[in-house]
Every structure is written in structure tokens, then in C-alpha cells.
């Protein structure tokens, strides 16, 4: 597709299980980026991948986020044992040239968790 | 320090006038983009306008343009002629150099909340 894509677009579980976020993004963008967003606030960076470069988990806010992503396609977001503080909208986005300052970041429509 | 502060409450404008949205960042990396995204109720993230610091000229995108001012550290948004639609969240964020091949995220700003009344 033209954009990146993310699904699924709501995601309802319980508290305790795991989740996995999907994210394709545009063709040819070799960095993606994942950011969290809870209701009202501002976006908050996850994790960032880069080629075959390691990715930076800094932003990762505890050990039951990993995420993955093959080659320079596909990336899955996973939350293991999901809690309520979990609820939020997670965007993937992707840019053209990563460590370009001139780029911006293209994002997808988001996947909307809510942990019950 | 934040690095990119947005510290307006809800901002209101009537239909066809200009609105002012302010930001201002802290970095002390030469090379840095600053951008602006609007987020409707939708949840998608559009991309509006960017400015680079090197940039001699404010950016322009139609309605949008971009007051920069360097020794300040401010990248204010102005939105002419408000429209209806204009009504969503926006953000500023800023993407330092740092170093090539490091990462380059984009940090946001908490966002403002723009009405636009007919």
C-alpha cells in the first residue's frame, strides 16, 4: 500500500495476556519507528529499527515490551502479561533516510489497546 | 529540560481568521528539523510543515507557515484563513542530528488543542 499500515486497528484483551501489534510500513523506508500515545497526551517514543543495525529499545518502558521486525518490512509490537496502564494507541511510523533530520516521519493510523 | 515545549491550553479561533500555535525546543545540536503534525479525532498523524535550522527562510505550505526564530528557540505554527477542519490536536517535534547512522527519533511535544468556531 501506499502508507503504513498497522493492525489491527482495536485491540480489546484482558488483563494478563499477551498482545501483537503489526506494522508494514511504506515500501522502501528503511527506518520505522513505534510510539505510544495514552488518551490527551503526547507521543512517546518505544523503539526504532534500522537496517541490520541493533535496534534502540531505549524507550521501551519495561521488560514485557519487545518488538521485532524482519529485513526492512514488517515489525510486531508484543506486550506480555498486559495491564491496564498498557491502554493507549501505539503508531508505527517510517522514514526514508534514518538518521536524516530533514525526514519526517510517516505514520500509520494507529492500533488502539484497551487492556479491561 | 524538555526538549520541545507546547504549554497553550485549548486554543479557540472564529472561522477565516489566523491562529498562532507556539512552541519552543531545547537542543544544542546545530543540525535539527523541526515539524508539525495536526492529529484530527480520527487518531491519524498528518505531516504539515517542516523547518530545518539551517534554513534562512520561514517555511510556507498554503494556509501553513512557520515563524522561526533561531535565538529564541521558537517554531511557531500560524494557520491563515482557519477552516472548520483545522479543529484537532497540534503537535511540534523536533529531530536532532546527533550523529550519522544514530537514531533520529522525533520528540514530540504534549500538543495543543485548536477549535476553530463557525
Known amino acids: 500500500g501506499a502508507g503504513v499500515s498497522q493492525s489491527p486497528s482495536n485491540k480489546v484483551t484482558e488483563k494478563g495476556k499477551d498482545v501483537e501489534l503489526r506494522c508494514d510500513p511504506i515500501?522502501?523506508?528503511?527506518?520505522l519507528y513505534w510510539y505510544r500515545q495514552r488518551l490527551g497526551q503526547g507521543l512517546e517514543f518505544l523503539i526504532y529499527?534500522?537496517?541490520?543495525?541493533?535496534?534502540?529499545k531505549s524507550g521501551l518502558p519495561s521488560d514485557r515490551f519487545s518488538a521485532e521486525r524482519t529485513g526492512e518490512s514488517v515489525s510486531t509490537l508484543t506486550i506480555q502479561r498486559t495491564q491496564q496502564e498498557d491502554s493507549a494507541v501505539y503508531l508505527c511510523?517510517?522514514?526514508?533516510?534514518?538518521?536524516?533530520?530533514?525526514?519526517?516521519?510517516?505514520f500509520g493510523n494507529g492500533t488502539r489497546l484497551t487492556v479491561t | 529540560a524538555q526538549k520541545i515545549t507546547q504549554t497553550q491550553p485549548g486554543m479557540f479561533v472564529q472561522e477565516k481568521e489566523a491562529v498562532t500555535l507556539d512552541c519552543t525546543y531545547d537542543t544544542s545540536d546545530p543540525s535539527y528539523g523541526l515539524f508539525w503534525y495536526k492529529q484530527p479525532s480520527s487518531g491519524e498523524m498528518i505531516f504539515l510543515i517542516y523547518?530545518?535550522?539551517?534554513?534562512?527562510q520561514n517555511a510556507t505550505e498554503g494556509r501553513y507557515s512557520l515563524n522561526f526564530q533561531k535565538a529564541r528557540k521558537s517554531a511557531n505554527l500560524v494557520i491563515s484563513a482557519s477552516q472548520l477542519g483545522d479543529s484537532a490536536m497540534y503537535f511540534c517535534a523536533m529531530r536532532e542530528l546527533i550523529r550519522p547512522g544514530a537514531n533520529s527519533k522525533l520528540t514530540f511535544g504534549k500538543g495543543i488543542t485548536l477549535s476553530v468556531r463557525p
Open positions: 511510523a517510517s522514514s526514508s533516510r534514518q538518521s536524516s533530520y530533514n525526514s519526517p516521519l510517516h
Open positions: 529499527f534500522q537496517g541490520n543495525s541493533a535496534p534502540d
Open positions: 523547518q530545518g535550522s539551517y534554513d534562512q
Open positions: 515500501s522502501g523506508h528503511t527506518a
